[in-house]
Nanobody
Framework: VQLQACGGGVVQAGGSLRLSCAAS????????MGWFRQAPGKEREFLAR????????LYADSMNGRFAISRDNLKNTVYLQMNSLKPEDTAVYYC??????????????????WGQGTQVTVSS
């Protein structure tokens, strides 16, 4: 599975961005997808996960409803809509794929494939 994330950039605090992650190499509707981020000097943290058919989602508590994950299985793409962005949201954002149908959770170890990351910078 190859994952290509895009949509990052520089945005002012309070603004919005939508990240996209295009997948290829396996049947997209056969695996769950997740988003993570890593800020400078910090560990990578879980943000959101969506099931293979899009019917189930899981979010980190810290998102407080500002972020929303979705997917379009016809376009082989997963999205992360980010609203009310704050300077502390500045990080490299990664998408990841979990091909194991028995897995569900927030742990990085569940995900076998990772995208290259896209930089999001929120200015104050």
């Amino acid at each position: 599975v190859q994952l290509q994330a895009c949509g990052g950039g520089v945005v002012q605090a309070g603004g919005s961005l939508r990240l996209s992650c295009a997948a290829s190499g396996r049947t997209f509707s056969n695996y769950d997808m997740g988003w993570f981020r890593q800020a400078p000097g910090k560990e990578r943290e879980f943000l959101a996960r969506i099931s293979r058919n899009g019917g189930l989602t899981l979010y980190a508590d810290s998102m407080n409803g500002r972020f929303a994950i979705s997917r379009d299985n016809l376009k082989n793409t997963v999205y992360l809509q980010m609203n009310s962005l704050k300077p502390e949201d500045t990080a490299v954002y990664y998408c990841a794929a979990d091909l194991d149908p028995s897995g569900w959770g927030t742990a990085e170890s569940l995900y076998e494939y990772w995208g290259q990351g896209t930089q999001v910078t929120v200015s104050s």
